[in-house]
C-alpha cells in the first residue's frame, strides 16, 4: 500500500534565532528538536522530509517550496507562541484559502482537528483550538489568502502547530525539557497516524469487519428502536446473513444507517428499492441498460432514470450489502453455494478495506474504497454509529417483538382496500339479484293468469 508523504518544517534557525524565552529558550533549536524526535516516530507509517535538519537558514517562501517539489501530501510546520507572559496553550493554523483556492481546506481541518486533541491531551495545555487567518488588507495583492506562506504557498493541506507559548515562564520551562519536546513529538505522530489511519505494523485499535458480532441482536434492536424503530426488523437480516461470510452485522447495519440517513433515505436511492448501501448509486441515474456484472438478474434489476440498483426483497438487498462489504473486507471467493446479488462485487479491489476505517478512498492507505473522496467516511461510521450501538445496553426485560416489516403493512392495506371493493361489488351483486328475483316472480303471476 502506498504511504503518505509527511513534509516536517521546524520553524526558523540559522540567522533567524530572534524568538526566545525569558530564561534562555530559543524557538529555533526548541523546534528542531521536537522535529528530530518527530521523524523516527513516524518512519514505520510514512515517508517523510525535513526542511531543516539542522540550524541552517532557510527562507520563508522556501519550506512550502521543498516540501511541493519533494510531493508531500501534507506540510507540517512547528513552532512555540509569543505573547504576553499570561498568554498559554496549544494551537493549530491550518490551510483555508492559498494559492491553489480552498481544495485544501477540509483534510487540513480534519487532520488538525485530531493533532490538536492528541496535543492537549499528551501535554495539558489549554486548548487554544484549530484556526486560520486571511489577509484582510484590501490593498494587498493576497488579499483574502492565507496569511502564512508557509500555508498559502503549500501545494497540499497545511500546518503550523504552536507548541506552547515561550513568552509564558511556566510553559518556557517545560519546553526547555527534553520529556516535555518528546510528548510533543509523540503527540503530533500519534495524531497523524490517527488522522490518517495507519499504525505501522500495530493495526490493534483499528475496526475489523470480518469477525464475530460484537453486540447482541437485543443491542442492536434497542439502539435501532431509538434511532429508527419502523426498521428494527433489519437487525434480524443481518444477523442472520452475516454469518455465512464471516462478517459482523453490527458493522455492516451502521454502514446502510450511515448510507441511508438512519433509513430516512434522503438521498437518490428510495426504500422501494431495498438498496441499503447505496449500491451502484453514483449520482448518474441509469438508462435501463446497466450491467449486472453477473448479479442474478432475477433479484437484481437496474430501470431507466432510476439511481442504484433495484433488488427484489429486503434479504435480497441485506445479502447484496453483505456481499459487496465482503468484496472489500477480503479477497477470497463467495461462500459455497452463494448466488451473486451485488452488481458491483466484481469492480471491487479486493480485500482493499479489511477495515471499517478504510472503506472511504480518502482514509484508505491503498488509496481506494467505498466511498469517493471518503473523506472521514469510516471513521464516521466507528465513531457516530458503531461505538454507539456498542454502548447501548439491551433492555432487561424480555425483548418486544421488532415492528412489522413495513412493506407487509402495505400489503395489509393493499389487501384490505381489495375486500372492501370486494364487499361492495358483492353488494352490488345481491342487489341486482334480488331485482331479478323481483322480475321472475312478476313474469310467474303474469303467466298464471293464461
Request: net charge neutral.
Amino acid at each position: 500500500m502506498s504511504r503518505k508523504k509527511i513534509a516536517i518544517d521546524p520553524g526558523h534557525g540559522g540567522e533567524d534565532r530572534a524568538n526566545r524565552g525569558p530564561t534562555g529558550y530559543v524557538e529555533a533549536d526548541g523546534v528542531l528538536d521536537i522535529a528530530l524526535r518527530l521523524k523516527p516516530l513516524l518512519l514505520d507509517a510514512f515517508d517523510v522530509y525535513l526542511t531543516r535538519e539542522s540550524d541552517v537558514t532557510v527562507a520563508l517562501n522556501d519550506r512550502p517550496a521543498k516540501a511541493n517539489n519533494w510531493g508531500a501530501d501534507l506540510l507540517v510546520s512547528i513552532h512555540t507562541n509569543a505573547a504576553s507572559p499570561e498568554a498559554q496553550g496549544v494551537e493549530i493554523w491550518h490551510s483555508k484559502n492559498g494559492e491553489w483556492g480552498t481544495v485544501f481546506q477540509a483534510e487540513a481541518k480534519r487532520v488538525a482537528l485530531i493533532v490538536q486533541e492528541e496535543l492537549v491531551r499528551a501535554t495539558g495545555l489549554k486548548d487554544r483550538g484549530v484556526k486560520t487567518r486571511l489577509v484582510d488588507r484590501r490593498d494587498s495583492p493576497i488579499y483574502g489568502l492565507d496569511y502564512y506562506a508557509v500555508i498559502r504557498r503549500a501545494k497540499c493541506p497545511a500546518l503550523i502547530i504552536e507548541a506552547g507559548f515561550h513568552t509564558n515562564p511556566v510553559e518556557e520551562a517545560k519546553l526547555k525539557t527534553a520529556d516535555f519536546r518528546q510528548k510533543v513529538a509523540e503527540a503530533i505522530a500519534a495524531g497523524l497516524k490517527k488522522a490518517y489511519q495507519v499504525k505501522g505494523d500495530d493495526e490493534s485499535n483499528l475496526t475489523p469487519i470480518k469477525g464475530e458480532a460484537q453486540a447482541t441482536r437485543e443491542q442492536a434492536r434497542a439502539w435501532l428502536q431509538q434511532k429508527a424503530p419502523d426498521w428494527v426488523f433489519l437487525v434480524d437480516l443481518y444477523w442472520d446473513i452475516a454469518p455465512a461470510y464471516g462478517l459482523r452485522p453490527e458493522v455492516a447495519l451502521c454502514q446502510a444507517c450511515k448510507e441511508t440517513g438512519l433509513f430516512r433515505f434522503g438521498g437518490l436511492v428510495q426504500p422501494w428499492q431495498n438498496n441499503f448501501c447505496g449500491l451502484a448509486a453514483t449520482g448518474q441515474a441509469s438508462d435501463g441498460n446497466t450491467p449486472l456484472y453477473g448479479a442474478d438478474p432475477n433479484r437484481v434489476r437496474f430501470e431507466k432514470n432510476v439511481h442504484g440498483a433495484i433488488f427484489i426483497d429486503r434479504p435480497t438487498g441485506v445479502e447484496a450489502h453483505l456481499q459487496h462489504l465482503f468484496a472489500y473486507a477480503t479477497d477470497e471467493p463467495l461462500p459455497a453455494g452463494k448466488v451473486l446479488l451485488s452488481p458491483r462485487f466484481k469492480l471491487v479491489k479486493r480485500g482493499s478495506a479489511p477495515f471499517v476505517e478504510y472503506l472511504g478512498a480518502a482514509e484508505n492507505p491503498a488509496g481506494v474504497g467505498w466511498a469517493y473522496p471518503g473523506v472521514d467516511y469510516g471513521q464516521s461510521i466507528v465513531r457516530d454509529y458503531l461505538t454507539l450501538l456498542l454502548r447501548t445496553s439491551p433492555p432487561l426485560s424480555p425483548p418486544v417483538a421488532p415492528p412489522p416489516d413495513p412493506s407487509r403493512g402495505e400489503t395489509i392495506r393493499e389487501l384490505e382496500s381489495r375486500v372492501s371493493l370486494l364487499q361492495q361489488e358483492l353488494t352490488q351483486v345481491k342487489d341486482e339479484l334480488a331485482k331479478y328475483r323481483q322480475a321472475v316472480g312478476a313474469i310467474q303471476e303474469i303467466v298464471k293468469e293464461f
